[in-house]
């Protein structure tokens, strides 16, 4: 059986969440950039993150937060 395991900057993206209240998954890297839609759309897609509210004054804004599956791979 093969595991589907984050890249390291899903990886990275995913262990931001560990501290924050609920799992709130980050919008902007630590440069202040905005995290690449690839790498939210993978871990949405792969079942480790998932969307958790709309943001009505950005509606292009996803944001998510961990899943448990998720918090288990960014548990180090």
Request: proline residues 11%; glycine residues 10%; aromatic residues 8%.
């Given at each position: 059986?093969?595991?589907?395991?984050?890249?390291?900057?899903?990886?990275?993206?995913?262990?931001?969440?560990?501290?924050?209240?609920?799992?709130?998954?980050?919008?902007?890297?630590?440069?202040?950039?905005?995290?690449?839609?690839?790498?939210?759309?993978r871990?949405?897609?792969?079942?480790?993150?998932?969307?958790?509210?709309?943001?009505?004054?950005?509606?292009?804004?996803l944001?998510?937060?961990?899943?448990?599956?998720?918090r288990?791979?960014?548990?180090?």
């Amino acid at each position: 059986m093969e595991v589907d395991l984050p890249t390291l900057p899903e990886l990275l993206y995913l262990r931001r969440g560990l501290a924050q209240p609920g799992g709130k998954l980050p919008l902007f890297d630590l440069d202040g950039q905005a995290v690449a839609a690839a790498i939210v759309r993978r871990c949405l897609g792969r079942g480790w993150a998932e969307p958790w509210f709309s943001n009505p004054l950005k509606p292009d804004w996803l944001v998510c937060k961990l899943t448990e599956t998720g918090r288990r791979l960014a548990t180090p």
